[in-house]
């Protein structure tokens, strides 16, 4: 039975599904869905009204690789438009999964995929000076033939290599908000702006023009939180709980926090931004929005997460 008064917003890290040190091929894939999927299924068997997103970090990087190496042979496909493929994709193998799980349970919910366009501002920092990292690692006398011949933005990653940087605007709202809602209010579990959703603006003329970019999972699970009218928002990520001096001798785990508490710690530098400090500024942003709870934990211990066992919450 449904509770009237629940929605949730659960999402689900690229690196759940293409796990670190793995080959990432289809099999391992579907096996990691599976086991990411425990937390969403206490959810449902408590009633709760979801929608589901996922990030694509792993899944974009081999996308891009397939581009390049197949250029030659066919045209290549913008990076918006790998996006919503991986929004397509990702999302049949966490339907197909979960579809499954709800008939060995002998729970009646539907399931649906729905491929997301998320506006930005077409003036956003980020189109003109992008900064965030993809795809594979290049050779430094590669770079100038790189940035004449396809226009790219190509910098240092820190002690790895030279890479593609895109732009990853800040999301504004969701093209499909409107059916995405009336689907969850009807009981449907959506999976929906799979790695952010695919970037883009709007012209003088109202219609919609892609971006070349990509948008952060987290910050557009924020919005599809909004937009659905959630009243709690789950981000799984690779650790059980949020942690002041992270990796330091005075390492500190938190268990709860209040916004102003994670403001505070987000100005004194405590989350990195390629690392926790998004999460945390989505986290602040949903329940500024009118959410009542965060909570940031492991897939794994997502179960015990939700009975607040482990897992950082984040309340107003």
């Known amino acids: 039975m449904l509770n009237k008064g629940k929605k949730a917003v659960v999402a689900l890290g690229g690196n759940a599904i293409t796990r670190e040190f793995e080959e990432g091929d289809i099999h391992q894939q579907f096996a990691n869905t599976r086991r990411s999927l425990v937390g969403v299924m206490e959810l449902i068997k408590r009633g709760y009204k979801i929608a589901i997103t996922h990030g694509n970090g792993p899944q974009v990087g081999n996308a891009l690789i397939r581009v390049e190496e197949s250029r030659t042979l066919v045209p290549p496909i913008p990076l918006g438009v790998m996006v919503a493929d991986l929004e397509g994709g990702m999302g049949y193998m966490i339907a197909q999964s979960l579809q499954n799980k709800l008939h060995r349970q002998e729970i009646d919910r539907e399931v649906v995929t729905i491929v997301s366009q998320v506006v930005v501002d077409r003036n956003d920092p980020s189109i003109l000076n992008p900064t965030k990292f993809v795809g594979p690692f290049y050779h430094e006398d590669e770079i100038e033939k790189l940035q004449k011949e396809r226009g790219w933005v190509v910098k240092y990653d820190a002690g790895r290599g030279y890479r593609r940087v895109v732009p990853s605007p800040i999301p504004l ?96 530098g405590h989350f990195p931004p390629g690392n926790m400090g998004p999460k945390i500024e989505s986290a602040i942003h949903f329940l500024e929005m009118g959410g009542d709870l965060v909570v940031i934990s492991s897939i794994e211990r997502m179960p015990d997460a939700i009975e607040g066992k482990t897992g950082t919450r984040i309340v107003k």
């Open 173 to 268: 709202e969701i093209v499909e908000r409107g059916p995405i809602m009336t689907m969850v209010d009807l009981g449907y579990i959506v999976i929906a702006v799979g790695g952010g959703g695919a970037p883009v603006y709007i012209e003088d003329d109202g219609t919609y023009e892609g971006v070349d970019g990509v948008i952060d999972k987290d910050r557009a699970a924020a919005i599809l939180g909004r937009d659905i009218g959630a009243q709690e928002l789950y981000i799984l990520t690779g650790v059980d709980q949020v942690a002041l001096n992270y990796k330091r001798s005075d390492q500190r785990f938190i268990d709860q926090m209040t916004v102003s508490e994670a403001r505070r710690y987000f100005e004194e």
